[in-house]
């Protein structure tokens, strides 16, 4: 049975209010643990989908890749609902060819798409790459990736209509990693897609820009343990480009939906 939702804003969040004054509210929902938040969140998740196809005919969905989504992706992909009126991209891309063991393209064919959610129409941020490693990519050819990516993702009807975040130790989402190079075009552009190359982690990356993360109809995140619980609790405390989820957190243009397990 899930506890009730429990509507967190700044104040409640141990925080004074002059420090987050420009902070809009997001929803605390505390989960018993993992499974649990898996199983809720995929039946809240397909409501929402459902829901924005029988509103516009169709579903823009984001996710993001990483480990903790695996439990979720497997409760999703046994929803029944119109899943070929879905169509599933990426909040961010590791620069790798697909089928490597690093790409979350990979992971979300794998894990997302298949069952009920094989039918739902796959957006890839790239098809090909250039052979050698992203790291040795100059950045003049990141742009031309980036270009790229928009080209193929201008057509999606946005805004998305369902965003599923993680979120990393740093205070990285998507792939907005503090202090990478790339990060301030990231935080700022017009564009669907920048690059990001993180110090912190592997491979160059393709992002999902936060004003299109921003401007997300409906933004979950699912967050386990204590390192993410204390993470998020700073990151409550004030919008900072040192913590990019506190940027999602206080400028969403819809209260973001932060499920914490244990
Ligand atoms: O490409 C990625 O890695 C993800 O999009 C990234 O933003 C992820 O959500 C966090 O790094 C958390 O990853 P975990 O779920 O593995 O902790």
Request: hydrophobic fraction near 45%; glycine fraction near 4%; charged fraction near 20%.
């Amino acid at each position: 049975m899930m506890q009730p939702v429990t509507p967190l804003v700044p104040s409640q969040a141990g925080v004074t209010a002059g420090t987050a004054a420009d902070a809009s509210p997001w929803l605390l929902r505390p989960c018993q643990d993992t499974a649990q938040q898996a199983r809720e969140l995929a039946l809240e998740l397909a409501d929402r989908l459902r829901a924005a196809i029988d509103a516009r005919g169709q579903a823009l969905l984001a996710v993001s890749g990483g480990k903790s989504p695996l439990a979720l992706f497997a409760e999703l992909r046994r929803q029944e609902l119109a899943w070929d009126r879905v169509t599933v991209l990426l909040a961010d891309e590791r620069c790798v060819p697909d089928g490597h063991p690093d790409s979350n393209g990979t992971l979300v064919r794998e894990q997302l798409l298949q069952e009920c959610a094989a039918a739902a129409r796959w957006q890839p941020f790239f098809t090909t790459l250039p052979s050698q490693p992203s790291s040795d990519w100059s950045e003049a050819e990141l742009d031309c990736l980036a270009d790229s990516a928009n080209q193929q993702l201008a057509a999606l009807p946005w805004p998305l209509d369902l965003l599923v975040l993680g979120m990393g130790e740093d205070a990285h989402t998507a792939s907005l990693f503090p202090a990478a190079p790339g990060l301030a075009r990231a935080l700022e552009s017009e564009q669907r897609v920048a690059w990001v190359r993180p110090a912190t982690a592997p491979h160059a990356r393709l992002t999902l820009t936060l004003p299109t993360l921003l401007a997300a109809r409906a933004i979950y995140l699912p967050l386990s343990g204590e390192r993410k619980r204390a993470v998020f609790d700073q990151a409550c405390r004030a919008a900072s480009a040192e913590a990019p989820i506190s940027l999602v957190l206080h400028r969403a243009l819809q209260p973001v939906q932060v499920w914490l397990a244990p």
